[in-house]
């Protein structure tokens, strides 16, 4: 073990460098004398940081380049926030771990303390998330909602610059850069897929590279979030639809929940069931079919031409 290195491609945010160190600390002191080493990538979603996801080409542009760094060799481990990874990953890779999963909530940061309901009629709203956007439109739609995409430091300059006068955001990313003191409201919204958690992706054949990382697993995170990707992909949705899904386990059943909703959040269909983990991939995709067969498959023909 003295003498293997191990490379680790991660996108260059300081939430992505964040989450790689933190899994470079955790192999660091599991295999003691292993060598870990992060290489800083620069991803096609990274070059664009104006305009919507699914304008540009959708989430996966935040894993491109670092999975083909995986698949040439350049880097042995791939290190992402698992919302940002596609359901299909390209051939040859595979998601091997999936580490316990932190906060997955939405939050609000407003710029005078108001909570979500105390905003003023067309207090503008930042967010780029389809998903977020659709269920805070049910709630306030006197609000103005604007896209809105960058880092957490860039995101959180824009209220305190005054140009929106709240912004909506993950939970995990303000506690693991140290911002949950910024946090105005915790939002009951349904996250997106695989929210709060981290994907270990590798090489199908890597062996040596899978042994080393196996004991950052989490078994019932890695299970919830396999369920909410496969309601995922079942709807074949991604940023380009206002969707959600969340899985969390109790013992020996997973709570799961999942809807899709019209791009004003007037039209929502959801479902939401306490399922057995054994059967909590199956169930889940049996869920998503019941929403497409009632209602939902016409929500997203309807989005093509909207989104």
């Not at 542009?61 to 596609?86: C, G, N, P, Y």
């Not at 005054?162 to 409201?185: C, H, S, W, Y």
């Not at 209602?295 to 909207?306: D, H, M, S, V």
Request: charged share 30%; net charge positive.
């Amino acid at each position: 073990m003295m003498t293997n290195t191990l490379r680790i491609g991660t996108r260059k945010s300081s939430l992505a460098l964040w989450q790689a160190n933190w899994v470079a600390d955790q192999l660091r002191q599991k295999w003691l004398g292993l060598n870990v080493e992060l290489i800083p990538m620069t991803t096609t979603g990274d070059k664009k940081p104006a305009g919507r996801l699914a304008d540009i080409g959708g989430k996966a542009l935040f894993t491109k380049e670092i999975e083909e760094a995986l698949l040439d060799q350049r880097v042995d481990l791939a290190v992402h926030s698992l919302k940002d990874m596609a359901t299909i990953l390209p051939k040859g890779l595979n998601l091997a771990v999936v580490p316990p999963r932190v906060d997955p909530r939405d939050v609000l940061v407003s710029s005078g303390g108001e909570k979500f309901d105390r905003l003023p009629p067309g207090a503008k709203v930042g967010t780029s998330s389809l998903r977020r956007k659709c269920q805070l439109k049910a709630i306030r739609p006197d609000l103005t909602y604007e896209d809105l995409r960058g880092n957490i430091d860039t995101r959180l300059k824009k209220v305190k610059n005054g140009d929106v006068g709240a912004i909506v955001l993950a939970a995990a990313g303000m506690k693991r850069l140290g911002f949950e003191a910024e946090i105005t409201e915790y939002l009951d919204l349904i996250p997106a897929v695989g929210q709060g958690a981290l994907a270990l992706e590798i090489r199908e054949k890597d062996d040596n590279t899978k042994k080393l990382i196996s004991p950052l697993d989490d078994p019932a995170t890695h299970l919830c979030v396999s369920a909410e990707r496969a309601f995922l992909e079942v709807m074949q949705g991604g940023c380009q639809v206002p969707l959600g899904c969340h899985a969390v386990s109790r013992g020996s059943e997973i709570e799961l929940k999942g809807f899709v909703s019209d791009l004003e959040g007037r039209k929502v269909i959801s479902r939401s069931r306490k399922i057995a983990s054994s059967q909590a991939v199956e169930e889940a995709k049996t869920m998503a079919e019941e929403i497409l067969n009632e209602g939902g498959r016409e929500i997203l023909q309807g989005l093509k031409f909207k989104v």
